[in-house]
């Protein structure tokens, strides 16, 4: 009985060893140090909210930590996302809600494939980013075409 | 001994097998792409603590902020609109037209215009578009048919010259948006409009290009208000004047009423059902000045040598309800009452206008005086519309 427990485990710790391996590799590989500079929480230029962006996976996702205006004048209440034409959301708080998602880097200080939501009109749209220097984002939301965008200039903030 | 030797490695084991695949499994659900909605809720606020982030400055020096072109609760930008505008029957009473030099002056007529109608077409694309600097180019072509009840009939060569051609304002247009600092803004818009009954086939010499432009200076006082004050050159009322404007945006608390005025250009009064349902109520000044360029061969007046222009200039009293159809195309749809300021006829001076500036520094008389009737009207378009 003793024996055979014995052989059991070995037979166990092989598969294990190797999973664990591929673990650890999966995750060297997802890390780009490059790519990962988006990460960080940065300010919208009206400053009217702070963004967190996060990496999830191999993708980079936004999302709301801290509005201006937390409350909803007319209710009382923290802020939700009303204008969303989707019923279900419209009592979502804004505040941890992801505004910005799938984006991925491309290289060149470029993260694309991605979108944005505003919630003052509950749309989104496509969305590049392009980092002009460590501290600062053009962030372009667009129709279609890059063209029919907008750019806003996102700031880095950290803790001072 | 017995039991901590082989039962205890062996839960030890299934411990590390369950976390490796738990975190397998995690990390295979975090690659994939999330789904809308449950993929826009971060974790409940109980497992992050928010309140770490009101703390916090900025990494880099010499950050100034920028205040918006807009303000919460606004109607969505245009960035290409196609509509049809339509003005129901009405009579059109145009004055003798008095000619130049000692020629006979031409008589009076009368005439029922059964419709107006015609295709109006516009963009505005932006060119740069950051948060210190907007700047739009954009076109437009707009046309105005007139169906008479009897073409045949009609004696007067402004009539013959409306039935047979019409008009069309054909331009482009630029605006620029600068903010100074996150409140104070200034706001240029420029165009230049060639207008006439000209039709396409033989086009009109661009020497007859009209000119407007606008420049505001404002503040956005809020996230809910922004308003400003400047001067235009305008062809608004049909003639050139140059007057004072006042910019008035603004959207109540609850996000449910604003208003939307260039005054005197338009004003109107918004009550947004939600963010993609807007009704609106109010007016706008249209007009423009569109040179008689096409010569009438069937009576041999030639409409051209008199170097004359209409004068159109109308007030239009309107409902308005603009909603999404899908995503970023919106439909306009407005219902009003065309009224008539001014359909005159005026006679450049030495090639030049007259520039009245309402009658105190000019009381040139016009070349016709001409009287509308004031139908009810209707416009639709289509529009993409702006993030």
């Known amino acids: ?160 | 001994m017995h039991i901590r030797d082989f039962i205890a490695p062996n839960k030890t084991a299934g411990l590390i097998v369950a976390l490796l695949c738990a975190a397998t499994t995690s990390l295979q659900a975090q690659t994939e792409t999330p789904q809308t909605p449950a993929d826009t809720l971060a974790p409940p606020a109980a497992e992050e603590d928010y309140s770490q982030y009101d703390n916090i400055g900025f990494a880099g020096e010499g950050v100034k902020r920028y205040c918006s072109p807009k303000i919460e609760g606004l109607s969505p930008a245009k960035l290409i609109s196609i509509g049809y505008d339509y003005q129901m029957g009405y009579m059109m009473k145009a004055d003798t037209f008095r000619r130049a030099g000692n020629f006979a002056p031409l008589m009076p007529d009368s005439a029922r215009v059964l419709t107006s109608n015609g295709l109006r077409f516009g963009c505005n694309i932006p060119v740069i578009s950051r948060t210190d600097l907007v700047w739009q180019m954009g076109a437009n072509y707009w046309e105005q048919r007139y169906k008479f009840e009897d073409p045949s009939a009609l004696k007067n060569p402004m009539l013959t010259s409306l039935s047979e051609n019409g008009l069309r304002t054909m331009g482009i247009n630029t605006t620029l948006f600068k903010p100074l600092n996150d409140v104070k803004f200034l706001l240029f818009q420029g165009s230049a409009d060639l207008s006439g009954d000209y039709q396409f086939g033989k086009f009109m010499p661009l020497k007859y290009t009209k000119y407007s432009a606008a420049l505001i200076y404002g503040k956005r006082t809020s996230e809910k208000k922004q308003w400003g004050v400047g001067v235009a050159r305008t062809y608004r009322v049909g003639e050139l004047n140059y007057i004072p404007i006042i910019f008035y945006n603004s959207t109540d608390v609850a996000n449910k009423w604003g208003t939307e005025i260039l005054f005197p250009a338009r004003a109107h009064v918004r009550r947004t059902i939600n963010s993609r349902n807007m009704l609106f109520a109010g007016y706008e000044l249209e007009g423009q000045s569109y040179r008689l360029w096409r010569s009438n061969d069937q009576t041999g007046f030639n409409l051209r040598n008199e170097d004359a222009e209409i004068r159109r200039g109308e007030i239009r009293l309107r409902a308005v309800y603009e909603f999404s159809l899908k995503d970023f195309i919106w439909m306009s749809i407005q219902a009003g009452y065309r009224i008539n300021y001014r359909y005159d006829v005026d006679r450049l001076s030495d090639g030049k206008e007259v520039y009245r500036a309402f009658g105190l520094a000019s009381d040139a008389p016009y070349v016709m005086v001409n009287q509308l009737s004031n139908p009810l009207y209707f416009n639709i378009s289509l529009n993409l519309v702006s993030p």
């Open chain 1, 1 to 160: 009985m003793l024996k055979l427990r014995k052989l059991d485990m070995r037979k166990f710790i092989v598969p294990m060893l190797l999973v664990l391996v591929a673990g650890v590799l999966t995750a060297f590989v997802q890390q780009n140090p490059e790519a990962d500079r988006l990460m960080g929480v940065w300010e919208p230029s009206n400053g009217r909210a702070r963004v967190k962006i996060e990496k999830i996976g191999a993708k980079y996702y936004g999302k709301f930590v801290w509005l201006k205006e937390p409350i909803e004048p007319t209710t009382g209440q923290p802020k939700t996302d009303k204008n969303n034409p989707d019923p279900s959301m419209k009592n979502v708080p804004l505040k941890g809600y992801r505004m910005l998602k799938d984006f991925v880097y491309k290289g060149n200080n470029e993260w694309a494939d991605g979108t944005i939501y505003d919630p003052l009109n509950g749309s989104t749209y496509s969305c590049t980013i392009k980092m002009t220097n460590a501290n600062t984002l053009d962030i372009r939301g667009y129709i279609g075409v890059s063209a029919l965008g907008r750019t806003d200039v996102w700031k880095r903030l950290v803790v001072k």
